[in-house]
Structures are given as structure tokens and as C-alpha cells.
């Protein structure tokens, strides 16, 4: 199917599945691009993950391992690939952390975080997305102003992007979670409302923006994985671009 192809077939489905409950969102999802559909998550919790499971068992749910997670995280992660029917695919950067630290210096994240995102978080997605046509994430409309705005279906980097829970509120998450008994990042009973990288992340105070934990010493809220190209993924190419070229000058 082609990208134009793409764009019509997600305009009438974000009309169509507006107000349609997750399961259904995730059900059309996967009844119209069959294996070329995926999950993605950060494994912050594994409700999107339980709703894909129970609509299409063995469906594939992408992890961008980014070498910095905190040990909660991972944990959360190897407990769903044990229990849950889906096939959790582990996607590493192209540099490793000291690769990293050789081409551009130690602790990227402190000085150019938008460049570490890119090699560690956008291009790895963007690469494990060419085995997909189309892909879900668990973006929800209250968790900033920058997803208010969020569409159920959308075309997103040249693939169907679905955000089955868009309308949920933390309260239907947290009801969720105890109906079903999802496994949850034990960061987020310790004050943490958003976990990303470790040294990216820290708690939020009562009354903050849930995301304000995230990157705190910037003015940056989001990683790069849920914007337009050009509208917030401008390092990707040259990220990706970087990132080949120093891997093949060591590989030769």
C-alpha cells in the first residue's frame, strides 16, 4: 500500500474509530495490516501490551533498548515476554554507550539531548519499523499539552500510527491495571509520573505536568518518537547518518 494509500485509509479510520473503545481501535488495527502490525512501549506499564495480546495474541511488541533504562524497567519487560502471548523485540542502538561516548563525548544526554534521543531512541525505531506498516503506542491526550491534540489514527513517518488509549485518563489506566492485574514500573509508586532513560528522568512533584520529570535541566518534553518528521525529528538523518559512518570507519 502506498503512503497516499496510507493517508486516506487513516483520515477515515481516525473518523470512523474517534470515540470507538481500545479494543476495537487495536482489532481494526489488525484485522487491516495483519504481521505488518506491531506495538510499540516503554514498558512504564503493559496495558496497551494486555489490550494487543487479547485482541491478537503473538502480535509483536517493539522495546527501544537504549542501554540506559532503569532496572524497573527491564524488569517489567522480561516479566511481560515471560507471561503475556507476544513476541517482545528488543531493538539496541547502533553505537554502543562507549562508542558513543568515543564519537561525541561522555554523557551526550547533558549537553545535546536531542542527538542522544536520535541515535538511541528515533533511529532505532525508525529501523525497527521497516519490518511494519503500521504501529500502536499509548500516547493519552492528558498526559501533556504537547498530545492534547492527539489523534486515534494517524500517518506517521510514512506508516499508520494508532493510539488506542488517546482518550483514557490516568484514572481509566490505574482501573485497568487493578481489573487486570497489569504489571506496572515500580518507579511510578516512588514519585515517578513519566519514566524514561535514568539520567533523564527524575520525579515529579505534586501539581507538575506528568512529563516534567523528563529531561529537567531542558526545555524538551519529548524524545523525538512521537513528532513529524521536520516537525521536531530534524537530527534523525544525521543522526542516522552519523551513526553508520562511525560504526563502518571501526568496522573497517
Known amino acids: 500500500m502506498k503512503e497516499t494509500d496510507f493517508g486516506a485509509l487513516a483520515r477515515r479510520a481516525d473518523r470512523e474509530l474517534a470515540e470507538a473503545p481500545a479494543e476495537e481501535v487495536l482489532r481494526w488495527a489488525t484485522e487491516t495490516f495483519g504481521p505488518r502490525f506491531c506495538v510499540t512501549s516503554s514498558f512504564a506499564d503493559a496495558v496497551v501490551v494486555h ?13 527501544l533498548d537504549t542501554g540506559l533504562h532503569f532496572p524497573e524497567t527491564l524488569a517489567v519487560r522480561d516479566f511481560v515476554a515471560r507471561t503475556m502471548p507476544v513476541r517482545v523485540r528488543s531493538i539496541r542502538p547502533l553505537l ?9 563525548g561522555d554523557r551526550l544526554y547533558e549537553r545535546d539531548p536531542d542527538h542522544c534521543c536520535a541515535l ?8 525497527a519499523l521497516a519490518d511494519y506498516d503500521s504501529w500502536a503506542a499509548g500516547l493519552r491526550r492528558d498526559e501533556s499539552p504537547t498530545r492534547a491534540d492527539a489523534p486515534v489514527v494517524h500517518v506517521s513517518n510514512g506508516r499508520v500510527k494508532v493510539n488506542p488509549i488517546v ?22 509508586r516512588e514519585g515517578y509520573r513519566s519514566v524514561g532513560c535514568r539520567p533523564c528522568t527524575r520525579p ?13 535541566m531542558f ?10 518528521a521536520g516537525g521536531g525529528r530534524p ?3 544525521r543522526a542516522i547518518a552519523m551513526a553508520i559512518g562511525e560504526r563502518s570507519v571501526r568496522q573497517t
Open 120 to 127: 538511541r531512541k528515533v533511529e532505532p525505531l525508525d529501523r
Open 204 to 216: 515529579s512533584a505534586e501539581g507538575e505536568d506528568p512529563r516534567a520529570g523528563r529531561w529537567p
Open 235 to 237: 537530527t534523525t538523518v
Open 219 to 228: 526545555e524538551k518534553t519529548e524524545c523525538g518518537l512521537h513528532q513529524e
Open 167 to 188: 482518550r483514557w485518563t490516568q484514572s481509566d489506566v490505574d482501573d485497568y491495571v487493578e481489573r487486570h492485574g497489569i504489571p506496572v514500573n515500580r518507579l511510578l
Open 96 to 104: 554502543t554507550l562507549s562508542e558513543q561516548d568515543s564519537a561525541h
Open 51 to 63: 489490550l494487543a495480546s487479547r485482541v491478537a495474541p503473538g502480535v509483536d511488541v517493539v522495546f
